[in-house]
């Protein structure tokens, strides 16, 4: 069905333009009864305009005796057509000039182009989309729109712009002021400051509401793009905002990085009214300063004020160069550059870069060498931004000008408004106006020296009562950072959540939840060692051989004497002691065959280093992470041993192969059982990145090695098991067939992460809490009955439920979204702990055995070799196993039992 068109509204060429410019200005103009107040500058151009339209038709119509007044009747009739207004449906548009195109003899299609006079000397693309507008109007009366149109400016230049690119950009504006037409919208669009926002007649009716909604648009700098970002995020006021800001991480290398307005601090300096400093800015004073700003007129590039304030000491003069007119330019520009050479080598602070350009602009305008000027320029907006942040909503002269303190005498003083001042000037030449000018250009220039002074005072570290701004000088550095990417306990936003994540540490789920009941082994007290003077502890001698080994004869002599020491270390049921052993032998002869030869005893003592010995260094290394370089400087000052590294190196090998087997049953012990934890961690093999994978279960840790992150060599090695896998969100688990179970500790701290960032998303607040309070529920079952399926089981439907109804739920919030495409694709491992006995629900177990071997690489710098982090990961998945296992590690080794479940009994 039709929808009715709203009574008398019509889209006409202004209505266009405004929607571009703004659509709620559209929309204003369309369906409110108060127009608003024009500002002076749009005023003056439109007369202007006019004025100009009247010249211009005067002399079409003279050089054209047939043009006519437009009528659409006899539209196919005439060659030209002047003062057409075009009517379509519900469009209008005024065409200053229709002309007929030639289209050929054999074309029988009449067709006309636009031509509209406008009052800038300047062509515009709120004139261009105008011009379309017109095009789009005429083709539905001509049947064929026009390719091209006319602009003439008001220096008469003709502007011929093509209109296909026009066309395609106003089509959507079309269609929604359609919309409009046919049906008003309840509530108007959305309210977005932007730089159109001055010269626009509802600009106080719209600052006035975005003030009291402390929209995201009254910072100077927020896009509509930005905006959009933001609101998906749930945030829509600067108060909101301000609560994302985080303080950039402390890099050890420090890159030069380009300087970055950040809006978040701006709008936390705001909140606060706090003066921050994210860099400090170095502002070096001279005793001779210049302070320069510029009038001009942008429509004409013509420069008309140029104002200079002089700092000598306490001296203090200003000198302002007027031009009358355009042929005056050039005069008050080299009287400008000769004012400013008797101050060589003083600096001439500037705000922003239009007096940079005028430099550039006019240097290659007239013929004047101003080198030492353009050296001499100091751009004061780029000391302030990106490193001071000013409690302002924008970075502009005026408003940080008015928070120090300064007052400009005009009070409707603005570079929009001094257009409007100089084209009264123009007009009337008033001597009031001129003096107002010239007044507001001394006012920038001084307004310019309080800011270069405060710049000065900060740089110092003077305090905001020093100042005289009345707030507070922060640096950056001071706020607090609440990212989870650090070291100590997470905050967690939601209380059940905290309560979940407490509950899934480590400890507490060994001693609360896996172990209950059973009898803790107690641990041996730490006794003080020490060590005793060097000295041979014991001698052996090893008896001769009886016979020969060669001819079996027995008449033997004796033929010298040989020597063996072995170091060793004696251990005690309360300490340990060196212990030093010297074994001797005779050499002997056979007198029947000559063969000389000593006890096969003695050749079979083999290292001079034991196996306590062995065993002591490789449990320095492995429970007590020690390097090589620690464990060298402890046998030295215990025990006065003095041994290169090398010996620690071929002790750590000797042991890992003894102990192969022991690896081996872990491992298929772990392939057998009911329940594996999964991670990987990285890890530099000289210079190159290499992954350790960690496979846990409650009892059994095993570490492998691997040169990359691929995930073919542990699902070859876990291509039996049929247990459940516990693990993160990593993609390479997604391949493996058997039941798995995600880690929600891992979710829920994303989750608290991403609350922290959208901390306004209401519809994100309302998913996450009805999560929490599921988790929670789950939870105290544990806490009360352990991970029993006949408890949890009763969860299940609830689970489900839960998850059905968040995915079928619709959604504008991006991180909502995100997470319903994470629970659809892991919906059936969320809660697979729920149909199991002792499966837990977190990946706490496999993040525990990662860190024993994250703190060893910590220390130990990346000095691996593929072998040696092979053979150091083969002790350290028998170490952690005992410890998961409560099993002593060192009583272990010093067994030379290689099955640790035997040990256990034992034990």
Known sequence: MKRAVVADKTITSDVLVAYSQCPRKAFLLLFSDDQGTP????????????????????????????????????????????????????????????????????????VYEPTIAVGTYSITKEQKTEL???????????????????IVGMDSKTHRVRLDSGYKAISPFLKTLQTWIEEKPAEPPTLILNKHCP??????????????????????????????????RGIFTVQQLSYLFK??????????????????????????????IQDLPELTRKPVELFLDIEGIPDQNFYYLMGLLVCE?????????????????????????IKINEYAGAPIYHYGSYESRMVDILENKYPINCEEVKKCLVNINSYIFGQIYFPTFSNGLKDIGSFLGFSWIALNSSGLQSLAWRHEWERSESSSLKKRLIDYNLDDCSALKVVVK??????????????????????????????????????????????VNKCSYFDYQREKVFFRGRKKKQTGKKVNKHSSQYRINKKIEISIPSTCSRCNSTDLSKHGRKYKTILDIKFFNFGVKRWVIRYSTSRVRCRACGKAFTSDDF????????????????????????????????????????????????????????????????????????????????????????????????????????????????????????GVLVSDFYSVYDSFECPQQKCLIHLIRDMNEDLRNNPFDEQYKSFIGGFSKLLQTIILTIDKHGLKKRFLA????????????????????????????????????????LGYDNIPWNNNNAEHAIKAFANYRKITNGCFSETGISKYLTLLSIYETCQYKRIDFFSFLRSRDVNINKFSNRA
């Open 39 to 110: 500002h002076d500058y749009p005023r003056i151009l439109e007369e202007r305009r006019k004025a100009h339209q009247a010249q211009y038709l005067a002399a079409f119509k003279q050089s054209h005796e047939d043009a006519k007044p437009y009528d659409e009747k006899n539209l196919r009739k005439g060659s030209s057509f002047v003062e057409a207004t075009l009517k379509v449906e519900c469009w209008e548009a005024g065409c200053d000039v229709l002309t007929k195109v030639d289209q050929g003899a054999s074309s029988r299609k009449v």
């Open 247 to 276: 303080p950039r991480r402390n890099r050890k290398r420090k890159t030069q990085t380009p300087v970055k307005h950040s809006l978040e601090l701006q709008a936390l300096a705001i909140r606060e009214q706090k003066i921050y």
């Open 132 to 150: 379309a507008f017109i095009g789009k109007v005429l083709g539905q009366i001509q049947k064929q729109l026009p390719a091209v149109g006319t």
């Open 454 to 499: 405060t710049i000065e005072k900060v740089s110092n570290g003077f305090s905001g009562a020093e100042i005289g701004a009345g707030v507070e000088i922060a640096s950056v550095d001071t706020i607090k950072d609440d990212s989870k990417y650090k070291f100590g306990p997470n905050q967690y936003l939601f209380q059940e959540l905290d309560f």
């Open 794 to 833: 009763k969860h299940t439907k609830e689970a489900k439920r839960f998850i059905d109804t968040f995915l079928s739920s619709s959604s504008n919030s991006e991180v909502v979204t995100q997470y319903q495409r994470k629970f659809e694709k892991y919906q059936n491992k969320f809660f697979t702990f």
């Open 199 to 232: 010269s626009c007649q509802f600009r106080d009716l719209c600052r006035e509401q975005a003030v009291k909604e402390n929209n995201l648009s009254l910072l100077d700098r927020m896009t509509p793009k930005a905006i959009q970002k933001y609101n998906k």
């Open 313 to 337: 000491g306490e001296n203090i003069s200003y000198h302002c160069f007027w031009a009358n007119s355009a042929n005056d330019e050039e005069k008050i520009w080299k009287k400008l550059v």
């Open 603 to 722: 050749h079979t003592l083999g290292s001079k280093y034991s196996n306590n010995l062995k065993i002591w260094i490789v449990y320095q290394m492995i429970a007590l992470r020690q390097t090589y370089n620690l464990i060298q400087k402890s046998l030295n000052d215990v025990f006065g041993y003095q041994f290169n590294t090398q010996v620690f190196h071929n002790s750590k090998y000797e042991v890992a192969d003894y102990y192969t087997p022991t690896y081996q049953e872990i491992l298929n012990k772990l392939k057998n059982g009911q329940l594996i934890h999964a991670d990987e961690t990285s890890v530099s093999i000289q210079g190159k990145d290499a992954y350790i994978w960690v496979l846990t279960s409650l009892e059994e840790v095993i570490y492998i090695y691997s040169p990359t992150r691929e995930g073919r060599m542990i699902k070859d090695t876990l291509n039996d098991f049929k």
